[in-house]
């Protein structure tokens, strides 16, 4: 899909949404202008995620370090439990 027709598509979504809602103020339904609100936010913020630039994996596998949790001797655990957190006070 390219971002013009992404774009586009939003738009569209998000004036239905829009639309909905204020009829739906207008006409006393609030449940239903809460729902076209809250599509309204989902419809913008998938548009936003779609249009973020995220590494793949190549690139991850570059920039990763492999970095081992600290090993509490006292119980074996690889990290301090809720019971450990818990002795030290």
Not at 35 to 48: D, H, Q, R, W
Not at 51 to 68: A, F, V
Request: charge should be positive; charged fraction near 15%.
């Amino acid at each position: 899909m390219t971002t013009h027709t992404r774009y586009r598509l939003t738009l569209a979504a998000a004036l239905f949404l829009a639309v909905v809602t204020l009829l739906s103020i207008f006409l006393k339904m609030e449940a239903v202008a809460t729902a076209g609100i809250a599509g309204i936010m989902t419809v913008l913020s998938t548009y936003i995620w779609s249009q973020t630039t995220r590494p793949t994996n190549s690139e991850n596998e570059k920039h990763t370090q492999s970095i081992k949790p600290a090993k509490n001797t006292s119980h074996g655990h690889s990290y301090p439990g809720p019971m450990d957190i818990l002795e030290k006070q």
